[in-house]
């Protein structure tokens, strides 16, 4: 029995069982086994087959944005509008075969975008180059998925299947549960809150699963089996996502605002160019990029050219990107902007920066 019949056997399995305090272990152990078979899915063939056209784009810019979706939803399209690259679009399934880049210039920064080509149903098994398409989505930063509105929710729910089932985590933060293998001394298992979903029974059969008998297990919050599950494959990606529903000129205004008003959506038409600005708003937002423009002494700020970083970032990742010698010569900084108490303020290198902040440095 191949790996694949031994899933589509489990996942049988799991839906024919009740859900209820008797079955609870026997769900769990299922669900320990589909996730081994799911890693084995994805580890490459040992034996090499003939080196084909590469896939992957090497990353550049500032962040990195993939576009997912299912053939002919308008993906080429928006990469044309949003970025001076343009990717062939036309009115029939599978235009694009291979991943084009482009890149969006937003206040001052430079974002990746990557044209992947159409998901099918099944990708996660390899259908349709899906192995090589969903590899790229785990390199990217936020993930937006393009979907049709026409077509309702049926391409959401298939496509976070899909990834779900290759271990991508779409808007979720990753569990607080610390897990550590050990030599010897058994399983000690500890938590701090009163859990529901998971007993130290189950989590003895996860772990024996995965031929683990010696561990440390801590739950600081009350986790599910998948999650716990997640914490030992320890591959996992969690990451922000963004659906994107296009095609809303040919709905109705009741359902164009249902889809507006759910979690982590937006609507936008590529045909008509509509919503794009408020789009990008968005997305800056899911990528947690800040702005800080630099000031010589007695100079007005440089404010062309901004130093593009990640929102929570110190005065020391400012000296490190201006120069790696600047933070061993740093004697204080002077920042203007929101992150001070007044302006400016002598602040030292653990001094955390926000949005559109002005920094002067001074060296010892």
Not at 182 to 200: A, D, I, R, W
Request: include cysteine; proline fraction near 3%; aromatic fraction near 8%.
């Amino acid at each position: 029995m191949g790996i694949l019949e031994k899933i589509a056997e489990i996942e049988r399995e799991i839906s024919r069982t009740q859900k209820n305090k008797a079955t609870e272990y026997h769900l769990g152990l299922l669900k320990a086994k589909l996730a081994k078979y799911r890693a084995q899915l994805l580890e490459p063939s040992k034996s090499a087959g003939a080196k084909g056209e590469g896939f992957d784009v090497m990353k550049s810019g500032d962040a990195r944005v993939a576009l997912i979706g299912f053939p002919s939803v308008g993906k080429s399209t928006f990469l044309s509008l949003m970025t001076s690259t343009a990717s062939e679009a036309a009115s029939y399934e599978f235009t694009t075969l291979t991943c084009i880049p482009g890149v969006i210039e937003y206040k001052g920064a430079n974002i990746q975008l990557l044209d992947l080509p159409g998901i099918i149903e099944g990708a996660a098994q390899g259908k349709g180059r899906g192995r090589q398409v969903i590899a790229v989505a785990r390199t990217a930063d936020v993930v937006i998925m393009m979907l049709d509105a026409t077509k309702g929710d049926v391409q959401r729910e298939l496509l976070e299947k899909e990834l779900e089932s290759v271990g991508i985590r779409l808007n979720r933060t990753k569990p607080n549960i610390y897990f550590k293998p050990k030599k010897g001394g058994g399983l000690s298992y500890n938590s701090t809150v009163p859990l529901t979903h998971c007993s130290e029974k189950l989590v003895q059969l996860i772990l024996h699963e995965y031929k683990i008998f010696n561990a440390e297990v801590l739950f600081r919050e009350d986790s599910t089996p998948d999650e716990f599950i997640d914490v030992i494959v320890g591959n996992r990606v969690y990451m922000p996502c963004l659906y994107v529903y296009n095609k809303v000129d040919q709905i109705s205004i009741e359902e164009v605002d249902r889809l507006a008003r759910r979690a982590h959506s937006v609507v936008v038409s590529c045909g008509m160019k509509l919503n794009l600005d408020y789009l990008l708003e968005r997305l800056w937002e899911y990528l947690a990029l800040i702005c800080i423009y630099t000031k010589k002494r007695g100079e007005r700020p440089d404010f062309n050219d901004a130093i593009i970083m990640r929102r929570g970032a110190s005065v020391e990742h400012v000296c490190h990107r201006i120069h790696r010698t600047l933070a061993s010569q740093f004697k204080y900084a002077l920042v203007w902007g929101t992150s001070t108490k007044y302006s400016p303020q002598r602040v030292g290198l653990t001094h955390i920066m926000e949005h559109e902040d002005v920094i002067q440095i001074v060296k010892k």
